[in-house]
């Protein structure tokens, strides 16, 4: 892999990490129903580079939004395998949402304008 190649998947990896937790309240914010791993995951296919390909990775994402509180969980038996953990977001969550989209909003409208030339 080139250096041009690997400092373009470091800056990836680097936005994905800042960003999976807001996309996954967002996933699950539009949900009308509680949501298990792999259903989460399916929704974030069209979202390249949300979590490269790495369904793992959202588990630990999911159990911190859940610790701080922001999604709540429950198990649920599975007639095809092992139970299921379906996650829901809640209360504080889709309050934490709204500031994140905000913040995200501001700094993308920043970045942008500095792209675009607007800073001087």
Same mark, same amino acid.
């Given at each position: 892999?080139?250096?041009?190649?690997? !400092?373009?998947?470091?800056?990836?990896? #680097? %936005?994905?990490?800042?960003?999976?937790?807001?996309?996954?309240?967002? +996933?699950?914010? !539009?949900?009308r129903q509680p949501l298990y791993?792999? !259903?989460?995951?399916? @929704? %974030?296919?069209?979202a390249e580079g949300v979590l490269a390909g790495k369904q793992s990775a959202l588990y630990p994402v999911l159990r911190n939004l859940e610790g701080a509180g922001l999604l709540a969980s #429950? +198990?649920?038996?599975?007639?095809? /395998?092992?139970? =299921? =953990?379906?996650? @829901?977001i809640t209360?504080? /969550? =889709?309050?934490? %949402?709204? #500031?994140? +989209?905000?913040?995200?909003n501001a700094t993308r409208d920043a970045v942008d304008n500095v792209l675009q030339g607007g800073v001087s």
């Open positions: 892999m080139d250096d041009s190649a690997s !400092q373009l998947k470091k800056f990836q990896k #680097e %936005l994905s990490s800042g960003t999976v937790s807001l996309v996954l309240l967002g +996933v699950l914010a !539009q949900s791993g792999y !259903q989460i995951a399916k @929704r %974030l296919e069209g #429950e +198990v649920e038996p599975s007639v095809s /395998g092992p139970p =299921r =953990r379906y996650y @829901r209360k504080p /969550g =889709r309050e934490v %949402l709204r #500031e994140w +989209v905000a913040a995200w």
